[in-house]
T-cell receptor, first 113, second 113 residues
Framework: SAVISQKPSRDICQRGTSLTIQCQVD?????MFWYRQQPGQSLTLIAT?????????ESGFVIDKFPISRPNLTFSTLTVSNMSPEDSSIYLC??????????FGQGTRLTVV | GDSVTQMEGPVTLSEEAFLTINCTYT??????LFWYVQYPGEGLQLLLK?????DKGSNKGFEATYRKETTSFHLEKGSVQVSDSAVYFC????????????FGTGTRLTIIP
């Protein structure tokens, strides 16, 4: 199994500002993912964080809005840039274990005012 | 594209009642299917999975059978407990070895004593 520590757990931010969310895993993993869960909706994949190369973004998500870093096999950050109220969501980090099971952090609950 | 359609909630049942949460999917190829659960205040965790047609996943008294002919993966439990109160997510993956997940909308289950 993998234990994921995600910080911050919640934040309230002013519109126009940026927030960086950190994801730390207790073991080296190949695949790391960032998801968004908007209020009352399902989880949507934002991007795959690739170690040593640029993240791979899903349709509807762009690097300028959600820059991602992956400096090593245990750590990644997601930045939500130039925030608006529509960015209010729960953001989750996920990794894939050796048996293809996905593990999730507890999420970052973001409110933009 | 891939999609998961999940029974909408919230669902409220009495303790020891029979539970079914419906899940159907649309996917290219042969997806792996999952049920994830999110207990209050905790992160998402894998409940059970099935990787090929007619497989039955089971855990903690919950079961789901991969039905290719009906593209379904309904979650069942014969006798629910108060501790089963949580949000349940049906999900699929068609990227073996990558495990990007496509989620349903989630079903909030409340069990009353």
């Amino acid at each position: 199994s993998a234990v994921i520590s995600q910080k911050p757990s919640r934040d309230i931010c002013q519109r126009g500002t940026s927030l960086t969310i950190q994801c730390q895993v207790d073991s080296q993993v190949t695949m790391m993912f960032w998801y968004r869960q908007q209020p009352g909706q399902s989880l949507t994949l934002i991007a795959t964080a690739n170690q040593g190369s640029e993240a791979t973004y899903e349709s509807g998500f762009v690097i300028d809005k959600f820059p991602i870093s992956r400096p090593n096999l245990t750590f990644s950050t997601l930045t939500v840039s130039n925030m608006s109220p529509e960015d209010s969501s729960i953001y989750l980090c996920s990794v894939t274990g050796t048996n293809t099971e996905a593990f999730f952090g507890q999420g970052t609950r973001l409110t933009v005012v | 594209g891939d999609s998961v359609t999940q029974m909408e909630g919230p669902v409220t049942l009495s303790e020891e009642a029979f539970l079914t949460i419906n899940c159907t999917y649309t996917a290219t190829g042969y997806p792996s299917l999952f049920w994830y659960v999110q207990y209050p205040g905790e992160g998402l965790q894998l409940l059970l999975k099935a990787t090929k047609a007619d497989d039955k996943g089971s855990n903690k008294g919950f079961e789901a059978t991969y039905r290719k002919e009906t593209t379904s993966f309904h979650l069942e439990k014969g006798s629910v407990q108060v501790s089963d109160s949580a949000v349940y997510f049906c999900a699929l993956s068609t990227n073996f070895g990558n495990e990007k997940l496509t989620f349903g909308t989630g079903t909030r289950l409340t069990i009353i004593p």
